[in-house]
C-alpha cells in the first residue's frame, strides 16, 4: 500500500486505487474514519491519522438512478446510478453498484467491492452480495 508523505491524501488515495486497493483515513486521535481523502480529521481536524485498507463489504445507505447524462461523457452509459455506500469499517463513500436491479430497494443492502477498470483507471465499484 502506498503512504508516502510527500504525496497529498488524494494523491496517496489514488495511487492505492491504481494498485486496486480501497483505502481510507483514521484520526490517530478520535479514531473517526472518513472518505474522501483529506488533510485533517473532520470530527477534531487532528492532522494525525493513518491509512487503512478497506476489507471490501459494504452497505448502500441511498442511491439515485440518472437517466440524463450532465457530463456528455456518460451519455451512452444512460441510465446509470450513483450510490452511497457505508464501508464496514465506518468511512462513506460515493460509487456506482454494478447490475443494480430495476425497480427494487435496495436501501440497507450489503455489497461487495469489485475494482473495474473504467475511464482509464481503476475505479472501486459495489455489486449486491446476495
Ligand atoms: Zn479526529
Known sequence: MTDTPAMSPTETYRANLAERRLTFQSCRACGQ?????RSECP???????????AGGRATIVSWVVFHVAFDP???????????????????????NII???????V??????????????????RFRLAD
Not at 33 to 37: D, I
Not at 73 to 95: F, K, S
Not at 107 to 124: A, N, Q, S, Y
Open 99 to 105: 447490475d443494480l436491479p430495476d425497480g427494487e430497494d
Open 43 to 53: 470530527n477534531c481536524l487532528s492532522p494525525e491519522f493513518e491509512w487503512c485498507e
Open 107 to 124: 436501501i440497507g443492502r450489503t455489497v461487495t467491492l469489485e475494482f473495474e477498470h473504467d475511464l482509464e483507471r481503476e475505479l472501486p
Open 33 to 37: 474514519t472518513w472518505m474522501p481523502a
Open 73 to 95: 461523457r456518460y451519455e451512452d452509459r444512460l441510465p446509470y446510478n450513483v450510490a452511497l455506500v457505508d464501508l464496514e469499517e465506518g468511512a462513506r463513500m460515493v460509487t
